[in-house]
């Protein structure tokens, strides 16, 4: 199974665990690409909606392709009942959009399954001119805030973490925007903490497409060692997360 799709076998886990993303984040968003009622938005990927309430609460014309049929299901329980919400069960790549074009196009830790050139080139000749590119991620950080659990899960992972599929996936260049006839990139940082208990540490980890593929003997060792870590570390782990936003512009009179 592709990695990109290997998150549509755990939807309801996927919706329980996965973070969502910094209230400053959107609010800078919003004013940036001046989100309201009059605005058409195309989230690529949105998997259950960690990123879409915000965007979807503007009044904007809201609209997703989602590639997994179990994640396109979840958002249409979630989402249906929406007078401005529209997803359709598709690949980016390959989908034909017909004479769709839109305000704001945005990915929340999606872009880059998607080959860079195809990415930035396909998002360029749907944005209207003038329209928003804008695409972000999570780095999440559970050592500075306690060094000695950090080295017991790490010991875990050299024990059992042992995939059965290698992770090959390259780096996304999110600051590559321009060499597509973008405008300049902005990058923007915003700052938020997760606590959790054990059990949750585990269940959390258990929706990265990496640790989905850990085979037997080892997933039952890899997962129990990482929530007997937590245990012994008082039942809690404190992550420090890094919301990290990139946004750009079609330039103004630019046209397909």
Excluded at 107 to 112: D, Y
Excluded at 187 to 204: I, L, P, Q, V
């Amino acid at each position: 199974m592709e990695f990109r799709k290997i998150f549509d076998t755990i939807p309801e886990k996927f919706d329980k665990y996965r973070p969502r993303y910094s209230e400053k984040l959107f609010s800078f968003l919003k004013d940036y690409a001046k989100l309201g009622p009059d605005k058409t938005v195309l989230e690529l990927g949105p998997g259950t909606g960690q990123a879409t309430d915000p965007v979807l609460d503007t009044g904007c014309d809201y609209h997703a392709i989602e590639l997994g049929e179990h994640l396109y299901a979840k958002m249409k329980e979630k989402y249906g009942d929406r007078p401005n919400f529209s997803i359709v069960n598709d690949d980016f790549i390959t989908h034909d959009f017909g004479e769709q074009k839109f305000d704001m196009i945005y990915s929340a830790a999606t872009i880059q399954w998607i080959p860079e050139e195809i990415a930035y080139k396909k998002t360029f000749e749907l944005l209207k001119p003038g329209g928003v590119l804008a695409m972000m991620l999570t780095r999440e950080d559970y050592r500075s805030n306690n060094e000695a659990l950090y080295e017991k899960i790490q010991k875990v992972y050299d024990q059992y973490f042992k995939p059965e599929v290698p992770y090959k996936q390259g780096g996304f260049g999110y600051t590559k925007a321009p060499d597509y006839g973008y405008g300049p990139v902005e990058m923007r940082e915003f700052y938020g903490t997760r606590e959790m208990t054990a059990d949750e540490f585990a269940a959390f980890n258990g929706t990265h497409c990496t640790h989905l593929v850990i085979p037997e003997p080892y997933n039952t060792k890899f997962f129990e060692g990482l929530r007997d870590a937590v245990l012994e570390s008082g039942n809690k782990i404190v992550y420090k997360d890094t919301y990290v936003l990139f946004v750009t512009k079609k330039p103004e009179g630019e046209s397909v």
